[in-house]
């Protein structure tokens, strides 16, 4: 079964400032879509960013990047020139192929944006 | 194009009775997956329709049921609410070639 970690459970930045988070899944597949979602505190979970596993570059949203190292399976995100608004739960998830299977999370990271 | 509708947003039970949520996908998403979310044991899968079939389905006691209609909208069930099934529950659809899962606002299920 696919697992996935996030290790920190809370951070905490300066507004304008770069933070990471950081996630780790366990998998034997080799095609599979990792997620960072967004959790406000409105609930609605967003999508920041998709990354495929067939794809060796990292996947970039604007002020959002990954750094996805498949061979370790680690698959960070990165945030630029924080602002108050990034403020959120940031979960990471996987999934090997959405025809048949389900999104595993992981427990959530909540980030603080201080300004 | 209108997002995941979910309702209600609230919910108030007692013990014992039961609830129905709604969730209607995206249009053209025929595939609508729900999950639970508590602050102990995190986001959880309930279950899966895809074309009014469950494919895929969660750990979760048969008191939790869902169905979907030809229209793709969504509805699940609990029956006999416990106290622990108080939780935020979450639907996601997804299209047929999907890369990934849009969520809707969510319901607040609170059992007192």
């Known amino acids: 079964a696919q697992t996935v970690t996030q290790s920190q459970p809370e951070m905490s930045v300066q507004e304008a400032e770069t933070v990471t988070l950081s996630c780790t899944y366990d998998?034997?597949?080799?095609?599979?879509?990792l997620f960072w979602y967004k959790q406000p505190p409105s609930r609605q979970m967003i999508l920041v960013i998709r990354?495929?596993?067939?794809?060796?570059q990292n996947a970039t949203e604007n002020r959002f990047s990954v750094n996805f190292q498949k061979a370790a399976k680690s698959f960070s995100l990165k945030i630029s020139d924080s602002q108050l608004g990034d403020t959120a739960m940031y979960f990471c998830?996987?999934?090997?192929?959405?025809?048949?299977?389900?999104?595993?999370f992981g427990t959530g990271t909540r980030l603080t944006i201080i300004p | 194009k209108a997002g995941v509708t979910q309702t209600p947003r609230y919910l108030i039970k007692t013990r014992g009775q039961q609830v129905t949520l709604s969730c209607s996908p995206i249009?053209?998403?025929?595939?609508v997956s729900w999950y639970q979310q508590t602050p102990g044991q995190g986001l959880q899968f309930l279950f899966e329709?895809?074309?009014?079939?469950?494919?895929n389905k969660g750990n979760f006691p048969g008191r939790f049921s869902g169905r979907q209609f030809s229209n793709s909208r969504s509805e699940m069930n609990v029956s006999t609410l416990e106290l622990g099934d108080s939780a935020l529950y979450l639907c996601?659809?997804?299209?047929?070639?999907?890369?990934?899962?849009?969520f809707g606002q969510g319901t607040r299920l609170t059992v007192v």
């Open positions: 998830a996987f999934i090997q192929n959405f025809g048949n299977e389900k999104l595993t």
């Open positions: 996601a659809s997804s299209s047929d070639r999907g890369t990934e899962a849009f």
């Open positions: 998998t034997s597949e080799n095609n599979y879509y």
């Open positions: 249009s053209g998403h025929r595939s």
């Open positions: 990354q495929e596993a067939y794809k060796q």
């Open positions: 329709y895809f074309s009014e079939t469950q494919r």
